[in-house]
T-cell receptor
Framework: EAGVVQSPRYKIIEKKQPVAFWCNPI?????LYWYLQNLGQGPELLIR????????DSQLPKDRFSAERLKGVDSTLKIQPAELGDSAVYLC?????????????FGPGTRLTVL | QKEVEQNSGPLSVPEGAIASLNCTYS??????FFWYRQYSGKSPELIMF????GDKEDGRFTAQLNKASQYVSLLIRDSQPSDSATYLC???????????FGAGTILRVKS
């Protein structure tokens, strides 16, 4: 069974440029998460989807970040415009559903560097 | 006070020793607790979860939970150099049904 797929793996952009990350969750997983992980810190939740509905986006900086999960499968996270402080690893995770006892499986992440 | 706190380390133990990793959390309503291992440059992978007070053993790993003290720990017996990684404690908080991670403890096992 394929795991969570993310692309690109690495991205280097100049500040004020837009950037987008893509995630394909494990087949059959209804819940999808986007996390941000800064160096030396644990992942922090940005947004959680139940199928195509964003049910928790309270930590998403909505002035510059947006996300979508069309058809309840793949998801895209966008930043426009990017700032220096956005340099981090963006992790996508999925779980079977929102049951709090279900395991979350993480993708390899996208390492973003903003110059 | 952070929601989930861990000692950042590094915690250094000799090969074959027991490594003890600790985590405290602030949300008394939390019901499920997870330990993730993260190798440098890699994504987190789940190694243990625990829901009930007491101990849970899986191979060389033992998770311990004390809800009254709001404390979770992970013991790694017979530590191996391959166990060297960052160990993240994650707590499913009651509000918002979301997973909150600690900053992680760096473990170094010396051969």
């Amino acid at each position: 069974e394929a795991g969570v797929v993310q692309s690109p793996r690495y991205k280097i952009i100049e500040k004020k440029q837009p950037v987008a990350f893509w995630c394909n969750p494990i087949s059959g997983h209804n819940t999808l998460y986007w996390y941000l992980q800064n160096l030396g810190q644990g992942p922090e939740l940005l947004i959680r989807y139940e199928n195509e509905e964003a049910v928790d986006d309270s930590q998403l900086p909505k002035d510059r970040f947006s996300a979508e999960r069309l058809k309840g499968v793949d998801s895209t996270l966008k930043i426009q415009p990017a700032e220096l402080g956005d340099s981090a690893v963006y992790l996508c995770a999925s779980s079977l559903d929102a049951d709090p006892y279900n395991e979350q499986f993480f993708g390899p992440g996208t390492r973003l560097t903003v110059l | 006070q952070k929601e989930v706190e861990q000692n950042s380390g590094p915690l250094s133990v000799p090969e074959g020793a027991i490594a003890s990793l600790n985590c405290t959390y602030s949300d008394r309503g939390s019901q499920s607790f997870f330990w993730y291992r993260q190798y440098s440059g890699k994504s987190p992978e789940l190694i243990m979860f625990i829901y009930s007070n007491g101990d849970k053993e899986d191979g060389r790993f033992t998770a311990q939970l004390n809800k009254a003290s709001q404390y979770v720990s992970l013991l790694i017996r017979d530590s191996q150099p391959s166990d060297s990684a960052t160990y993240l404690c994650a707590v499913r908080v009651e509000y918002g049904n979301k997973l909150v991670f600690g900053a992680g403890t760096i473990l170094r096992v010396k051969s």
